[in-house]
């Protein structure tokens, strides 16, 4: 279930899937592709940054932003002034993609090496969000989305700030995910056939220590909702924990 | 200097930076923007995966794949069936962006929180490597840039294999590369005024231990180019030091 603020905000009638399309249909493999909202929402949910695809005059672009998630929404800001905001702001076409890499994978034939990952492309119009009260409201969001509580604790925006600020949202028209998680997998004939020394190596985004600011006040308490941000934890163990924290 | 098999690659005459035009200049922070291709290909050389943006029919797509970079061209590869490939052959423009996430900043205000990241957003025209020595050739060294000298230890492409794989290429045409280097930078009254413990947590991406194929041979040596993946040891360190290795 998806909450905010206690209410309840998922649709019951909504569909579980992705409608597949010519659009978002996984060609490449196609037995990696995964359509069902709550892997899709889970490969999202568990990362801070993605890249997004999006067109000016012909002239593709990708750039890698924050975003989050809210239902079947997602969001994204960044300057008044950035070229992709302002491309943007009108309604264009985006494709908004988020990886995860798990592991390399070595084979025995350069065919069979290949990369563990979790990914999702999802497809949607972007649009600038122009009520005041909902860009305040996400803005607190994608603070506490990160670090739960935070957006209660901080300064909150001033004007000028709250107008160089551009708040982007798309409904997610449709998705989908591509997953690989497997260990070597080689031509029968090649496990025996080829001397070359085969393995897994997982990789994994990990926090550090926390540097503290050398201008902390004294005597603050580390933040309550910050208990997962634990060094050498996974990124996205924290950020999915941290987004249950804010969204339920 | 760029080598190849000992041959120096690097055209002296070229200039050592990228031209700055509309497609690439950095607009938002402009001063976290790098066009030095000293930089640009050190930021590129870190890193296995990136995202590619381009267009088919108006609907932009951003897919994520392996990729590197041989002087001033980008490659990567994939299967003959997939839609990106097929659409790239014949030559269309690209975005090339490399992402790597180094910190997470947490200020004062919403307004000065931010990430600590290295990337590159390049620019160029896909099309498709149809010579099969040059396509076999960067099969090869597309092995080798991951993990030196395997090329040589494993079984070499069928003709079945050769034929499902596609290999791409784009020259740099241009490019930017944008840092985010910095600790916690607020505004100089709320260092005082607000009571919010801030911070930068370091995020990394590490190789795990190996985790050996189940079914490897007997008696079988760690592969000598490799020894620089350590387990814990960063990924865009392990990354750099195996492109070095390769390609000098």
């Excluded at 949607?124 to 994608?142: S, V, W």
């Excluded at 603070?143 to 000028?160: A, E, F, M, N, V």
């Excluded at 941000?229 to 987004?243: I, Q, S």
């Amino acid at each position: 279930m998806y909450t905010y603020q206690g209410r309840d905000m998922t649709d019951i009638a909504e569909p579980a899937t992705y409608p597949i399309t010519e659009v978002n249909r996984v060609k490449r493999v196609h037995e990696r592709g995964r359509y069902d909202k709550a892997t899709v929402h889970a490969i999202l949910d568990a990362a801070l940054v993605c890249h997004i695809a999006y067109v000016i005059d012909g002239q593709p672009y990708c750039t890698p932003t924050g975003f989050w998630r809210e239902g079947e929404h997602l969001y994204w800001h960044g300057s008044s002034a950035s070229r992709m905001l302002k491309a943007q702001r009108e309604g264009i076409p985006v494709c908004l993609t988020v990886t995860h890499v798990d592991a390399l994978v070595m084979a025995r034939s350069g065919f069979h090496h290949s990369i563990n990952y979790r990914a999702v492309m999802a497809y949607g119009t972007a649009h600038a969000i122009t009520d005041p009260d909902e860009k305040l409201r996400l803005m607190d969001n994608f603070i506490d989305r990160i670090y739960p509580g935070r957006s209660k604790l901080i300064r909150q925006p001033t004007p000028q700030e709250f107008k160089a600020t551009m708040m982007m949202g798309m409904e997610i028209e449709t998705a989908s995910g591509k997953i690989r998680d497997k260990h070597v997998a080689d031509e029968e004939e090649d496990y025996e056939a080829v001397p070359a020394w085969s393995a897994l190596y997982p990789i994994t985004q990990v926090l550090g220590e926390p540097s503290e600011c050398a201008r902390q006040l004294p005597g603050l308490a580390f933040p309550e909702g910050m208990s997962d941000f634990t060094p050498g934890a996974k990124f996205d163990e924290v950020m999915t924990k941290a987004y249950r924290r804010t969204f339920g």
